[in-house]
């Protein structure tokens, strides 16, 4: 499921806008397992 949507997000924007998407989910999922070790 996640590929097909991030698929179609490729063809709507480009390719350095999809990296920073990509870089900014990475990061809120780095923080959110952070937090959840942290606890």
């Given at each position: 499921?996640?590929?097909?949507?991030?698929?179609?997000?490729?063809?709507?924007?480009?390719?350095?806008?999809?990296?920073?998407?990509?870089?900014?989910?990475?990061t809120k999922q780095n923080e959110?397992?952070?937090?959840?070790?942290?606890?």
């Amino acid at each position: 499921m996640k590929g097909g949507k991030k698929g179609s997000l490729t063809f709507r924007i480009p390719l350095t806008e999809t990296a920073s998407l990509e870089e900014l989910l990475q990061t809120k999922q780095n923080e959110k397992n952070w937090m959840g070790n942290r606890k």
